[in-house]
């Protein structure tokens, strides 16, 4: 059995801390099962318990370029990734990746593959269940399994899979044939479909990998990765509920009776965190069901208030209650700044201030987290300077086949066009100051070298 765990999406709904190249699942905010005691994000959470149901082995993650970095650095860089070359819904990304498996990592057609999302808040009892989609499709001789969810209440935000009236498991059978869906139904219809025998519908399904072959080459697409990779943004950009699943017939769903949420809202997000306050923060203490999540170092108060979520971010401010906070996509969009925080493999960035002194002249400030033992790329920009003051940590820093050890009130000047590097010794901090005319990431020149072939080449060229 394989995996494709499916990351996409774009930050809108736990604005300011999620954004365009942040998506919720990346948001270190879960408590940690682990010794470390430090929040974990939805991903890592999955992941861990992917390794415990001895699954990753046999996972891919399909995402888009804007998350390589964030992925690696969350979850590490041996993790099979399937890039998306554009946004196409999950339709032409689960089609890719099913090629990926078939045509690069040569899995036979009747293997069992199986989708889940990346977010899924579910215990570990779960991933049990996955694990029986692929003795149930076998069994049950179905085109598609899935895991529905026993619905506690008639929620208006979910899916709904249907059962086939009269027709309940029997005690040797652990699925039932799916009748129909329903997408997000009013108040009315849940209670009637809960009724009914409905389930939620978790997003999680199984298929052998042929099912996917064979509808590709019924519609005439590309059957080998390199060639969907070419063709991809002539793919309909189509979820896969829509394409495939609607239109299949034989389906069987089994029942899942444990925890399972949907964390996509700060009211939701917020009651599985451990920590009331995250970051610099203090509250009163008549305050009740207050969370404050603060990326920044100025501190934040609360006094005298209930039911609220504050989140801080480089992004921007929110204060709300907690019931109306699914409320934030209403606002989030009237804010089109870049993107003010990133993970990326090598550590993290925040923006500190952009300003524009004329037409042309651009100055950026940003501070830059690196990870001891990471580095960042060689490289160079044709269109701005940059100036680094290093803040905390010691590392080497090469500029123009030179390597130089810094520390704590170094200051490096870097000229536009100049080949520059460095490599973080212990977690290291610096200011950066970018001046130029162009000061976007397509003015990165990198040159792929490991940092061991850096030190040889500045070594051999003396």
Not at 149 to 177: C, L, R
Not at 271 to 278: C, F, L, T, V
Not at 374 to 384: A, E, F, G
Not at 400 to 429: C, F, S, Y
Request: charge should be negative; aromatic fraction near 8%; glycine fraction near 6%.
């Amino acid at each position: 059995m394989h995996l494709i765990l499916l990351s996409g999406g774009s930050g809108k709904r736990l604005w300011p801390l999620s954004n365009d190249s942040r998506s919720k699942q990346f948001l270190k905010l879960l408590p940690s099962d682990n010794k470390l005691n430090r929040p974990i994000s939805m991903l890592q959470r999955t992941w861990q318990q992917l390794q415990k149901a001895n699954l990753s082995g046999s996972t891919v993650v399909s995402t888009s370029k804007s998350q390589i970095d964030m992925i690696h650095n969350q979850i590490g860089t041996s993790v099979p990734l399937v890039i998306e070359p554009c946004r196409r819904d999950t339709y032409p990304a689960i089609a890719l990746s099913s090629l990926y498996l078939y045509s690069v990592e040569s899995v036979t057609e009747d293997e069992i593959v199986v989708v889940m999302p990346v977010d899924a808040y579910v215990e570990d009892e779960f991933f049990q269940y996955v694990r029986t989609l692929e003795e149930i499709l076998q069994d049950s001789e179905a085109d598609l399994a899935l895991i529905g969810i026993n619905p506690t209440f008639p929620s208006e935000k979910y899916g709904y899979i249907v059962p086939s009236e009269f027709n309940k498991p029997e005690q040797n059978k652990k699925y039932q044939a799916v009748r129909c869906f329903k997408e997000k139904p009013t108040y009315g219809q849940a209670k009637q479909l809960i009724s009914e025998g409905g389930l939620w519908n978790s997003g999680v399904f199984a298929f052998k990998l042929d099912y996917i072959l064979n509808h590709l080459k019924e519609r005439a697409l590309a059957l080998s990765y390199a060639d969907l990779l070419q063709t991809y943004s002539h793919l309909p950009a189509r979820s896969f509920d829509y394409e495939i699943v609607e239109n299949t017939k034989r389906i069987v769903v089994v029942t899942y009776n444990g925890e399972w949420k949907d964390l996509g809202t700060w009211n939701t997000l917020t009651e599985e965190m451990d920590a009331s306050i995250i970051g610099k923060g203090i509250m009163s203490s008549d305050c009740k069901n207050i969370h404050i999540i603060n990326e920044l170092d100025i501190p934040v108060s609360v006094l005298g208030l209930s039911d609220l979520i504050v989140a801080v971010s480089p992004d921007g401010i929110l204060v709300s209650d907690k019931q109306e906070s699914p409320r934030v996509k209403e606002i989030a969009n009237q804010f089109e700044n870049r993107p003010m925080y990133e993970e990326r493999r090598w550590g993290w960035y925040r923006v500190l201030d952009f300003t524009k002194s004329n037409e042309t002249q651009e100055v950026l400030t940003r501070r830059i987290g690196v990870t001891a033992g990471k580095n960042l790329s060689y490289h160079k920009h044709d269109h701005r300077s940059e100036v680094w003051t290093i803040i905390n940590g010691k590392g080497l820093f090469v500029l123009d086949g030179e390597i130089l050890e810094i520390q704590e009130g170094n200051v490096l000047h870097i000229p536009a066009g100049a080949l520059h590097g460095l490599k973080a010794i212990t977690d290291l901090e610096f200011i950066e100051v970018q001046a130029g005319t162009e000061l976007i990431e397509e003015d990165i020149v990198r040159i792929f070298m490991k940092w061991e072939d850096i030190e040889a080449f500045v070594k051999n060229s003396k």
